[in-house]
Nanobody, 115 residues
Framework: QVQLAESGGGLVQPGGSLRLSCAASGISFPIGAMRWFRQAAGKQRELVATISSSNNANYADSVKGRFTISRDNAKNTVYLQMNSLKPEDTAVYYC?????????WGQGTQVTVSS
């Protein structure tokens, strides 16, 4: 059974950095595109960043220049390096992946940006 497990969330001051990780288990073949979404309280879930199987990355305008998505295919892991964090980045961050024509979600990790 495929499972995605996020880690690395926490409380950080404005201007600080965090690195999220998402490890996939139950994987036997290459994973397709991997993504990070986030959902702030009372708001819809939004796409933050996508990385293709060939390492092409795309970002939401709100995080361009501050966030970097990367992946380690040998470890079946995707990362999100978040720099210059702002209070409006506060949300639950979810990992998402395409694998064998199905789409999988992690349980989410809380990121809180506050002084």
């Amino acid at each position: 059974q495929v499972q995605l497990a996020e880690s690395g969330g926490g409380l950080v001051q404005p201007g600080g950095s965090l690195r999220l990780s998402c490890a996939a288990s139950g994987i036997s073949f290459p994973i397709g595109a991997m993504r990070w979404f986030r959902q702030a309280a009372g708001k819809q879930r939004e796409l933050v960043a996508t990385i293709s199987s060939s390492n092409n990355a795309n970002y939401a305008d709100s995080v361009k220049g501050r966030f970097t998505i990367s992946r380690d295919n040998a470890k079946n892991t995707v990362y999100l390096q978040m720099n210059s964090l702002k209070p409006e980045d506060t949300a639950v961050y979810y990992c998402n992946a395409d694998y064998f024509l199905q789409n999988y979600w992690g349980q989410g990790t809380q990121v809180t940006v506050s002084s």
